[in-house]
């Protein structure tokens, strides 16, 4: 009786005892998933008080409880479950989307930018738009360039249709590591799962470990898979946040074949008051005709505020035309910044403001 057997090995009780810490991480993670999402339902109810819903999740629970747990056990387990979930939504809490899995870059951003907002994942760029425009999150952060591949497309194009204002940026270093199971010996790994792009981004240290690299959908939902299924001679490249956030070894820093590269976000708001930042952005395009751009460009050198980035992408809306993005560094508070932008309004077709925010320092 000292001994079970599984998966064709016999385990012993320290083998056992890793196996219920590893369960005991993943109910810890998906409960913190379910208060996430009962955070979100917050902005849907009149109150935090639900007493038909708390009886309806109860009951499901009731139902459902199988096998050794007893039925009165699942009971009190959810109440308490319930009764903290009613205790986040009273609280003041901030809520920020980002894009991908727990794990992903865009949540090492958010928590840089403010480490008391609540990260809340989403599938796609265009969930976080909608639902801090929908008011069912505070914050928005996005990707909007990286030194390696330049603008990301379709943040760009939903900047120019948003209605949203930006209160901010950061300026993330990427750095990758390469992370196992703790059970994994790193001489046995065959297998990286990670996204396509940052495979192609780590060459370097898939030829020279002699390993596959296998394309994975999110960095960080590759992470969250290998501590979810546990593939032998495996491994992921993702953040060393993922590592942390997952229960995952690094096993090597830094793998990245280009040392340097960092990504800019923004973070994005519904409501966001315009603050005495250092740095301004809009959108805007011109007429079809010779000089036209550099007309407005001259509105900025005339009084010498300094730009810092200028970048065009096709408009969707009028084919042929292109739409502009335009960083400079002066503050909304200053009247010939006001000026110059009245000025530059009256000679656009497209004109929008994006927001005043604080400049973010250059990584280190």
Known sequence: MGKTHEEGRLLDLSDIRKRINMLDFEILKLLNSRMEYALRTKCFKASVEDLAREHEVIEYIRKHSQGLIQPEFCKNLFTDVISESKRLQCEDLKLIGFQGEHGAFGEVAARQFNRELICISCAEFREVFEAVENGLLHYGVIPIESTLGGLVPDVNEFLTETILVIVGEVKLPIRYCLMTLPETDPREIRVVYSHPQVLSHCQGVLARRKVEGRPYYDCGA???????????????????????????????????????????????????????????????STDHRAGALFEILREFADVEINLTKIESVPNRNDPGSYVFFLDFDGSIKDPVVLAVLERVKQKTRIFKFLGCYPAAGNPA
């Open 222 to 284: 590759a992470a969250r898979m290998l501590m979810r299924e546990r593939p032998e001679a495996s491994a992921v490249i993702a953040s060393g946040f993922a590592a942390e956030f997952y229960n995952l070894v690094c096993v090597e820093e830094g793998v990245e074949d280009y040392p340097g590269n960092f990504t800019r976000f923004l973070i994005l708001t519904h409501d966001g008051e315009q603050i005495n930042g250092t740095k301004a952005s809009l959108v805007f």
